[in-house]
Protein backbone atom coordinates (compact mmCIF):
# COMPACT_ATOMS: atom_id res chain seq x y z
CA UNK A 1 0.00 0.00 0.00
CA UNK A 2 0.93 3.34 -0.12
CA UNK A 3 1.48 4.18 3.66
CA UNK A 4 1.93 2.43 6.78
CA UNK A 5 -0.79 0.51 8.08
CA UNK A 6 -1.29 -1.35 11.55
CA UNK A 7 -3.95 -3.40 13.01
CA UNK A 8 -6.12 -4.03 14.42
CA UNK A 9 -7.11 -0.44 14.84
CA UNK A 10 -8.67 -0.93 18.19
CA UNK A 11 -8.20 -3.69 20.28
CA UNK A 12 -10.08 -4.25 24.14
CA UNK A 13 -8.42 -6.42 26.12
CA UNK A 14 -8.45 -8.55 30.27
CA UNK A 15 -5.96 -7.96 32.21
CA UNK A 16 -3.34 -10.59 31.91
CA UNK A 17 -4.19 -11.40 28.26
CA UNK A 18 -1.57 -11.44 25.31
CA UNK A 19 -1.88 -9.14 22.61
CA UNK A 20 -0.26 -8.71 19.55
CA UNK A 21 0.10 -5.77 17.18
CA UNK A 22 1.08 -5.44 13.18
CA UNK A 23 2.76 -3.28 11.80
CA UNK A 24 3.46 -3.42 8.03
CA UNK A 25 5.61 -0.80 6.47
CA UNK A 26 5.81 0.98 3.40
CA UNK A 27 7.43 -1.59 0.98
CA UNK A 28 11.06 -1.55 0.46
CA UNK A 29 11.73 0.55 4.00
CA UNK A 30 14.18 -0.57 5.81
CA UNK A 31 13.96 0.79 9.18
CA UNK A 32 10.82 0.19 11.24
CA UNK A 33 10.10 2.06 14.63
CA UNK A 34 7.67 1.50 17.51
CA UNK A 35 6.24 4.10 19.76
CA UNK A 36 3.41 4.18 22.00
CA UNK A 37 1.52 7.40 23.53
CA UNK A 38 0.02 7.43 26.32
CA UNK A 39 -3.11 9.26 27.75
CA UNK A 40 -1.66 12.82 28.66
CA UNK A 41 1.96 11.87 27.68
CA UNK A 42 4.07 12.39 24.54
CA UNK A 43 5.48 9.76 22.64
CA UNK A 44 7.30 7.28 24.23
CA UNK A 45 10.45 4.96 22.08
CA UNK A 46 9.66 1.36 22.36
CA UNK A 47 12.51 -0.44 19.56
CA UNK A 48 13.86 0.17 16.58
CA UNK A 49 14.57 -2.32 13.89
CA UNK A 50 17.23 -2.06 10.61
CA UNK A 51 16.17 -4.86 8.59
CA UNK A 52 15.39 -7.88 10.92
CA UNK A 53 17.22 -7.19 13.41
CA UNK A 54 16.66 -4.70 16.23
CA UNK A 55 20.12 -2.27 17.36
CA UNK A 56 17.61 -0.56 19.98
CA UNK A 57 15.28 -2.49 22.31
CA UNK A 58 16.03 0.32 24.59
CA UNK A 59 13.07 1.64 25.01
CA UNK A 60 10.68 -1.98 25.99
CA UNK A 61 9.33 -1.11 29.25
CA UNK A 62 9.75 -4.68 30.93
CA UNK A 63 9.72 -8.24 29.86
CA UNK A 64 6.55 -8.22 29.04
CA UNK A 65 7.72 -6.12 25.57
CA UNK A 66 8.73 -7.90 22.96
CA UNK A 67 8.62 -7.56 18.77
CA UNK A 68 9.79 -9.09 16.16
CA UNK A 69 10.39 -8.22 12.28
CA UNK A 70 10.59 -11.32 9.51
CA UNK A 71 11.52 -10.90 5.93
CA UNK A 72 12.60 -6.78 6.20
CA UNK A 73 8.95 -6.15 6.33
CA UNK A 74 5.78 -6.55 8.75
CA UNK A 75 6.71 -6.54 12.20
CA UNK A 76 4.61 -7.72 15.46
CA UNK A 77 4.63 -6.14 18.85
CA UNK A 78 3.96 -8.18 21.63
CA UNK A 79 2.83 -8.01 25.04
CA UNK A 80 2.21 -10.62 27.56
CA UNK A 81 0.01 -10.53 30.64
CA UNK A 82 -1.59 -6.71 30.17
CA UNK A 83 -1.80 -4.86 32.44
CA UNK A 84 -3.74 -1.54 32.69
CA UNK A 85 -1.01 0.85 32.59
CA UNK A 86 0.08 -0.83 28.73
CA UNK A 87 -3.25 1.25 27.69
CA UNK A 88 -2.19 3.11 24.73
CA UNK A 89 -2.12 3.83 21.33
CA UNK A 90 0.91 2.10 19.70
CA UNK A 91 2.53 3.44 17.09
CA UNK A 92 4.82 2.20 13.89
CA UNK A 93 6.67 4.11 11.18
CA UNK A 94 9.06 3.27 8.56
CA UNK A 95 11.65 5.20 7.13
CA UNK A 96 13.43 4.45 3.74
CA UNK A 97 16.95 4.32 6.02
CA UNK A 98 17.57 5.26 9.17
CA UNK A 99 18.55 8.61 8.25
CA UNK A 100 15.60 9.37 6.18
CA UNK A 101 11.94 10.71 6.91
CA UNK A 102 9.40 8.66 8.71
CA UNK A 103 5.79 7.74 8.22
CA UNK A 104 3.53 7.29 10.65
CA UNK A 105 0.90 4.42 10.51
CA UNK A 106 -2.56 4.98 11.81
CA UNK A 107 -1.57 3.53 15.38
CA UNK A 108 -3.40 0.79 17.43
CA UNK A 109 -5.78 1.90 19.92
CA UNK A 110 -4.83 -0.15 22.82
CA UNK A 111 -7.59 -0.71 25.97
CA UNK A 112 -6.69 -3.19 28.86
CA UNK A 113 -9.83 -3.45 31.30
CA UNK B 1 21.44 11.75 26.26
CA UNK B 2 19.26 14.03 23.91
CA UNK B 3 16.23 15.32 24.83
CA UNK B 4 13.69 17.70 23.46
CA UNK B 5 11.73 20.67 25.71
CA UNK B 6 8.32 21.93 24.32
CA UNK B 7 6.34 24.86 25.89
CA UNK B 8 3.30 23.00 27.96
CA UNK B 9 0.20 23.31 25.93
CA UNK B 10 -2.65 23.46 25.70
CA UNK B 11 -2.83 26.43 23.70
CA UNK B 12 -6.10 28.16 22.50
CA UNK B 13 -6.01 30.92 20.30
CA UNK B 14 -8.71 32.76 18.36
CA UNK B 15 -8.46 32.30 14.50
CA UNK B 16 -5.85 34.80 12.59
CA UNK B 17 -4.17 34.85 16.26
CA UNK B 18 0.07 34.47 15.42
CA UNK B 19 1.14 31.12 16.85
CA UNK B 20 4.24 30.09 18.53
CA UNK B 21 5.32 26.88 20.05
CA UNK B 22 8.89 26.98 21.75
CA UNK B 23 10.74 24.18 21.59
CA UNK B 24 14.47 23.50 22.51
CA UNK B 25 16.77 20.45 22.41
CA UNK B 26 19.82 18.94 24.40
CA UNK B 27 21.68 16.93 21.62
CA UNK B 28 25.45 16.29 21.13
CA UNK B 29 26.71 16.52 17.37
CA UNK B 30 24.88 17.84 14.64
CA UNK B 31 21.10 16.70 15.08
CA UNK B 32 18.18 16.92 12.48
CA UNK B 33 15.07 18.97 13.99
CA UNK B 34 11.59 18.36 13.00
CA UNK B 35 8.03 19.13 14.00
CA UNK B 36 5.49 16.59 13.55
CA UNK B 37 1.62 17.33 13.72
CA UNK B 38 -1.56 14.87 15.04
CA UNK B 39 -4.92 16.03 13.82
CA UNK B 40 -8.29 14.30 15.94
CA UNK B 41 -8.31 11.02 15.12
CA UNK B 42 -4.90 10.74 12.74
CA UNK B 43 -1.82 9.22 12.86
CA UNK B 44 1.38 11.38 12.95
CA UNK B 45 2.10 13.50 10.09
CA UNK B 46 5.66 15.33 9.72
CA UNK B 47 4.90 18.89 9.18
CA UNK B 48 8.45 20.16 8.76
CA UNK B 49 12.14 19.53 9.33
CA UNK B 50 15.59 21.18 9.00
CA UNK B 51 18.66 18.89 8.97
CA UNK B 52 21.57 21.81 9.52
CA UNK B 53 22.07 25.32 11.12
CA UNK B 54 20.16 28.31 10.50
CA UNK B 55 18.13 25.68 7.80
CA UNK B 56 14.17 27.30 7.80
CA UNK B 57 11.50 24.49 7.57
CA UNK B 58 8.07 25.97 6.27
CA UNK B 59 5.04 23.59 5.11
CA UNK B 60 1.11 25.26 5.22
CA UNK B 61 2.43 28.55 6.19
CA UNK B 62 4.48 27.37 9.47
CA UNK B 63 8.02 28.10 9.76
CA UNK B 64 10.84 26.66 12.03
CA UNK B 65 14.15 28.02 12.22
CA UNK B 66 17.05 25.94 13.47
CA UNK B 67 19.07 27.64 15.55
CA UNK B 68 22.19 26.14 17.04
CA UNK B 69 23.52 28.97 19.50
CA UNK B 70 20.08 28.61 21.22
CA UNK B 71 19.35 25.23 20.76
CA UNK B 72 15.73 26.11 19.73
CA UNK B 73 13.51 24.91 16.73
CA UNK B 74 10.71 27.33 17.54
CA UNK B 75 7.21 26.80 15.23
CA UNK B 76 5.77 30.03 14.12
CA UNK B 77 2.49 30.54 12.28
CA UNK B 78 1.55 33.95 10.67
CA UNK B 79 -2.22 33.25 11.16
CA UNK B 80 -3.85 30.53 12.38
CA UNK B 81 -6.82 28.79 11.38
CA UNK B 82 -9.41 26.33 13.00
CA UNK B 83 -8.16 23.46 11.08
CA UNK B 84 -4.92 23.72 12.69
CA UNK B 85 -5.99 22.75 15.46
CA UNK B 86 -4.40 19.65 16.67
CA UNK B 87 -1.10 18.40 18.34
CA UNK B 88 2.37 19.27 17.68
CA UNK B 89 5.44 17.41 18.53
CA UNK B 90 8.95 18.50 18.28
CA UNK B 91 11.68 15.89 17.47
CA UNK B 92 15.21 14.97 16.98
CA UNK B 93 17.52 12.43 15.50
CA UNK B 94 21.21 11.88 15.82
CA UNK B 95 23.40 12.83 12.55
CA UNK B 96 22.93 8.82 11.77
CA UNK B 97 19.14 9.43 12.07
CA UNK B 98 19.01 6.98 14.84
CA UNK B 99 18.20 8.12 18.67
CA UNK B 100 14.71 10.15 17.53
CA UNK B 101 13.79 11.85 20.55
CA UNK B 102 10.38 13.31 21.16
CA UNK B 103 8.88 16.12 22.70
CA UNK B 104 5.91 15.80 24.64
CA UNK B 105 3.21 17.54 22.38
CA UNK B 106 1.80 20.70 22.47
CA UNK B 107 -2.24 20.46 21.70
CA UNK B 108 -3.21 23.52 19.96
CA UNK B 109 -6.98 24.48 20.01
CA UNK B 110 -7.72 27.25 17.23
CA UNK B 111 -11.27 29.24 18.22
CA UNK B 112 -13.63 31.02 15.35
Known amino acids: GAGVSQSPSNKVTEKGKDVELRCDPI?????LYWYRQSLGQGLEFLIYFQGNSAPDKSGLPSDRFSAERTGGSVSTLTIQRTQQEDSAVYLCASSLAARSVWTFGPGTRLLVL | GNSVTQMEGPVTLSEEAFLTINCTYT??????LFWYVQYPGEGLQLLLKATKADDKGSNKGFEATYRKETTSFHLEKGSVQVSDSAVYFC???????????FGPGTRLSVLP
Open chain 1, 27 to 31: SGHTA
Open chain 2, 27 to 32: ATGYPS
Open chain 2, 91 to 101: ALSDQNGQNFV
